[in-house]
């Protein structure tokens, strides 16, 4: 047989339990990756930098949700090839942007720093992201390869 | 306490974390070095105005640049670099290969008049960074072969390079 305190505090774990986890739900957000950032063709001892508004070469994740988020990006200080070649590359104040419509304007992101967007239920907003290459007169032929994370997290998780 | 009051708190504890975490992206980054292959400015081979019975020298270069290995042919075979005029046909004596200037070989072709047109005379790897190099042809011509008709005297040199 429960005791009536022993209800209650059943009853009022499920109450807060079950309001978490519906707002949790309703600040899930779905992190997509949509486009790789691809310097193309270069030339040894050219850089060359991608810009923001590159839509054919710029990295974009959509990102789908609610509410604030924190974003933070895992930056490669270069791009490896399968022999063993480093070609190095960097990343500015103003790489990274969001993305609120198609068509619109892009708001910079520091993509060195943890940032905070807030995304809007309505549509998905992406992020992009440029960068600049910067192949040494050295650099070997090939194809080069590195991978960018992005990991975001709701403020306060 | 309760095994259900248990279970919940485990749940409530477990669960939320979990919902909570953080999600990741993952995108590439990549780009392609393009291989450099090209000529360069040439020096002409000139012998310039020789008096007839007496010996010439001259040298002649082409620059290249390359990030890749490369294999060398003269598709003209055995007539490489003949002259051609009013006295008929005049074979200069070369030596060739490449060189980091235009003035020293310091890698000889096997031959500069090879028996045929697809003969490697000469074959590189891929160098660990780009390459920019020469191809020289350093040519003499005899006593004998300047004493004939004057006039002027043409030739080509041509060079093949296939990425290796």
Known sequence: MRRPWQRGVLAA??????????????????????????????????????????????????????????????????????????????????????????????????????VRVQLASDRVMHLVLG??????????????????????????? | MKNSLRVLAALAFVALPCLAQAQTGTINASADIATVFTFGASTPLTFGSVTPGTTATASGSIAFSRNVGVIWTLPDAATTGQLTGPGGTISPTYTCGTGSTASTITSSFSSCSPATGTTAVLTVAAPTALVAEFVIFNGSLSAAQTNTVPGTYTGTIRITATPN
């Open chain 1, 13 to 114: 774990l499920l109450l807060v339990w079950s309001g978490t986890v519906a707002a949790a739900r309703a600040q899930a957000v779905t992190v997509s990756p949509e486009q790789g950032l691809s310097f193309g063709l270069l030339l040894p001892g050219t850089s060359e930098t991608v810009a923001l508004d590159d839509v054919a070469r710029r990295g974009v994740i959509a990102l789908a949700g609610s509410g604030s988020l924190d974003v933070a990006f895992v930056l490669p200080s270069a791009l490896l090839s399968p022999e063993g070649g480093s070609l190095p590359i960097s990343f500015s104040a103003v790489s990274a942007g969001l993305l609120s419509s198609a068509g619109g304007a892009t708001a910079p992101l520091n993509p060195q720093q943890l």
């Open chain 1, 131 to 157: 960068g600049t290459a910067q192949p040494a007169a050295s650099q070997r032929s090939g194809h080069y390869t590195a991978r960018i994370v992005v990991i975001v997290s709701q403020p306060g998780t």
